[in-house]
């Protein structure tokens, strides 16, 4: 199921992307329907980049309209790969089992030092509660995990998601503002 575009998370997941591309932030996203084409059409809204990395299935995802570029995948593992690879964050949306294993491969990165300085922001405190609950309560009790290995930023705050990003991009990456006030990394008029 995806989410409408009346729904709560399209709604934050658009805003969200028209923060970031307001920053000079690319956009990109599993490039599919839902809450990736809300980010995706935030971005575009927004004057901003919208890359998507597809995935072929045999029904549904499709590229959604809002992309500029894109890249289809065959492989799950290739595209996660790219989705990590090309990004300064990582700001997850709920989600289905798609999420799930790209929050886990994320959090799996950062806990083994594979990925440094890359904040993973979890969108919608409530739909998270549940896995962060278990997370802390059974596996960093039993020590499978420590207790950093779930320092997530959790938020429903479009405004504090971007902000986040935006601080580790410029304290943690060097990221700074050049001519015009945009971000140097910025990648289009």
């Not at 904040?119 to 309560?137: A, H, I, Q, T």
Request: hydrophobic share 40%.
């Amino acid at each position: 199921m995806r989410f409408p575009k009346t729904h709560r998370y399209y709604q934050m997941a658009r805003q969200v992307g028209a923060l970031l591309a307001r920053d000079g932030f690319t956009v990109m996203t599993g490039g599919g329907p839902g809450v990736m084409e809300a980010a995706n059409r935030g971005a575009r809204e927004a004057g901003g980049r919208s890359i998507g990395c597809n995935i072929e299935l045999p029904q549904e995802q499709k590229p959604n309209a809002y992309l500029d570029r894109w890249v289809t995948f065959r492989h799950f593992f290739v595209r996660k790969v790219m989705l990590v690879k090309y990004s300064y964050a990582y700001i997850a949306m709920p989600g289905g089992f798609g999420t799930l294993d790209e929050v886990t491969e994320a959090a799996t990165l950062i806990q083994t030092g594979k990925v440094s300085h890359f904040p993973l922001v979890l969108m919608g405190v409530e739909f998270w509660k549940p896995l962060l609950d278990f997370m802390r309560g059974t596996l960093v009790k039993e020590g499978t995990i420590g207790p950093d290995d779930v320092d997530f930023y959790v938020t429903d705050s479009p405004e504090e998601a971007a902000a986040h990003v935006r601080r580790v991009g410029m304290e943690r990456f060097g990221l700074t503002y050049g001519p015009r006030m945009k971000p140097r990394w910025y990648l289009g008029e």
